[in-house]
């Protein structure tokens, strides 16, 4: 028998968190600035004068960027549209067209900005899968684990090789 009166609600226990969230937070971000850091050597390798041979993201972003986030015309587009549309969307400084008489230099920063910004674009999404992968591999796994899984998301070379690249392969890999 039981001392609790008869007019008492039965409790449901309340879920618990195994890991204070400051960690959780903190492995995450960190594990997310090793990712992105791994992602950002070599950004600008080849450019501008050997970039990806199939710059399909790139020609769809400058669409988007000129012609406006409105204008989607994209059903013969190779590539997803998720990279594009985020680097189209990203504030940054405006395609503009070096003046007559402008330096090399000039000419190549011009013809590089949008490249660039591409292939900063997929570093970042792709340097994402970090902090994503350590919160679902905590729903299943111990800390110890989850921080394995996260580790090998954040250096796995393949992806880090791929998000050098103005593509969507980095983001989806």
């Known amino acids: 028998m039981t001392d609790a009166p008869d007019n008492a609600r039965p409790t449901c226990p309340q879920p618990t968190c195994p890991h204070p969230i ?3 937070a903190a492995l995450a971000a960190a ?6 850091g791994l992602r950002f050597v070599g950004i600008d390798q080849g450019l501008p004068h050997r970039g990806e041979p199939d710059t399909y993201i790139v020609q769809q972003a400058e669409a988007l960027v000129l012609d406006g986030l409105t204008d989607r015309y994209r059903a013969g587009w190779k590539y997803p549209h998720l990279v594009a549309t985020v680097v189209a969307a990203v504030p940054a400084e405006d395609i503009v067209r070096p003046p007559d008489g402008a330096s090399l230099e000039e000419h190549e920063r011009a013809a590089t900005a949008l490249h660039l910004r591409t292939r900063k674009v997929a570093a970042v999404l792709s340097a ?4 994503a992968t ?3 591999a905590l729903r299943f796994l111990p800390l110890a684990w989850a921080a394995l899984a996260v580790l090998l998301v954040a250096a796995s070379l393949p992806a880090a090789c791929f998000s050098l690249q103005a593509r969507p392969h980095g983001p989806v890999s």
């Open 22 to 24: 400051w960690r959780v």
């Open 134 to 136: 350590l919160l679902i």
């Open 128 to 131: 994402l899968a970090a902090p």
């Open 31 to 36: 594990l997310f600035v090793v990712s992105l």
